[in-house]
């Protein structure tokens, strides 16, 4: 796990710090490659943006720091495979919010998450 390496010698916020001038250079790239589609965009503005500006912070900022909290005091092989429940969070939200409907298929899915969780507690 190349994060709990770097985590070593650093605080969590620090690490994010880091972390996010990666993500920056990915952006910077995209850009140079999709400018001309993301330019074009700018021009369909309208509350969804907000929706992912607040999403974006909560999963790339909330979201990361607490893991890095995580990750530096714990073991990696229990903190990566337990922040690997999302599907659960996503599940339960698609549920409650979206009126997603409950399928067999998708509760199987959630049952393995859970197990594999437990299993690597």
């Known amino acids: 796990?190349?994060?709990?390496?770097?985590?070593?010698?650093?605080?969590?916020?620090?690490?994010?710090?880091?972390?996010?001038c990666g993500v920056l250079f990915g952006i910077a790239l995209?850009?140079?490659?999709y400018g001309k589609a993301i330019r074009a965009s700018w021009?369909?503005?309208?509350?969804?943006?907000?929706?992912?500006?607040?999403?974006g912070f909560l999963a790339s900022v909330?979201?990361?720091i607490c893991f890095y909290h995580a990750?530096?005091?714990g073991e990696a092989s229990r903190v990566v495979p337990l922040s690997g429940a999302y599907p659960l969070v996503a599940f339960i939200l698609g549920v409650l919010i979206l009126g997603e409907k409950?399928?067999?298929?998708?509760t199987a899915g959630?049952?393995?998450?859970?197990?594999g969780v437990y299993l690597l507690r």
Not at 7 to 15: N, Q
Not at 43 to 55: D, V
């Open 102 to 106: 409950v399928t067999l298929a998708k």
């Open 30 to 33: 995209l850009f140079i490659f």
């Open 62 to 64: 909330v979201g990361q």
């Open 110 to 115: 959630i049952l393995l998450v859970l197990s």
């Open 43 to 55: 021009a369909n503005l309208h509350s969804g943006m907000l929706i992912l500006i607040g999403g």
């Open 71 to 73: 990750l530096k005091t």
């Open 1 to 20: 796990m190349i994060e709990k390496l770097g985590l070593t010698r650093i605080e969590p916020a620090v690490g994010l710090f880091y972390r996010c």
